[in-house]
C-alpha cells in the first residue's frame, strides 16, 4: 500500500494528468471521503508543529498569520479543507463543469497528501539550510498548485487550463476572505490565540 501511494505521489508530479484520472477513478464511500479529509488535517497539525521545531527562532515573527494552538490551528486547517472541497466544485459548476462532489473531495485529500510528502522533504533540507527549506516550500506550494490546476481540468472535463486558473483565482480571493473571518470566529468562540509562525 505504502509502495502504492509512492508511486502515486510520483506520478502525480512527473504527470498530473495521469495521476488525476487514477485518483478520480478510485471508488471510496463519500463518508470515507469525509473521513479521510478529517485525517489530513489532524496530519497536517502534526506536520506543521514537527516543521516548527526544525525552523530556527531568528526566521519566526511575533505575530504570524496562523494560529499558535494546535487546536485552533487543526480547525482552521479542516475547514480551509472542507471550502476547498465545495469552492472546488461549485465554482467548476459554474463554469459548466462536469465533476462531482466526490470528485473534489478526492482531488483536496490527494492534494493535501502530496503536500505532506514535500513536507517531508522540507523538513529535511531544514537540517541543510533553513533558507532553501523555506524556499522549496515557496516553489513546492506553488508547483502543487498547477498539479491541482490539472487535477481541476481532467475532474471537470474542462480543455483549457487557462480557465480552471480562472475559475481557481475566484476560489482564491473566496478563500482569503474566508480565512480571515474563520480565525476570527473560531479564536474567539474557543478563546484561542492567533500567534506565532514562520
Known sequence: MLGYLIQLTTETLRRPTDAANTVLGIKLDRKVLWMAL??????SVLFTELTMLFV????????????????????VIW?????????????GRVFDGQGDLDGSLKTIIWMQ?????????????????????ILFGWLAALYVFYVFLQFVRVLHGFNSLGLVFAGAMISLFGLIFGIAIAIGLIAAIFGLEVGANV
Request: zero cysteines.
Open 79 to 91: 475547514g480551509l479543507l472542507v471550502v476547498s472541497v465545495f469552492f472546488t466544485h461549485y465554482v
Open 38 to 43: 478529517a485525517l489530513v488535517s489532524v496530519v
Open 113 to 133: 497528501m502530496v503536500l505532506l510528502v514535500l513536507q517531508v522533504g522540507q523538513i529535511a533540507l531544514f537540517l541543510i539550510s533553513p533558507v532553501l527549506a
Open 56 to 75: 530556527p527562532s531568528e526566521m519566526v515573527t511575533g505575530q504570524g498569520p496562523m494560529p499558535s494552538s494546535p487546536l485552533l490551528l487543526g480547525l
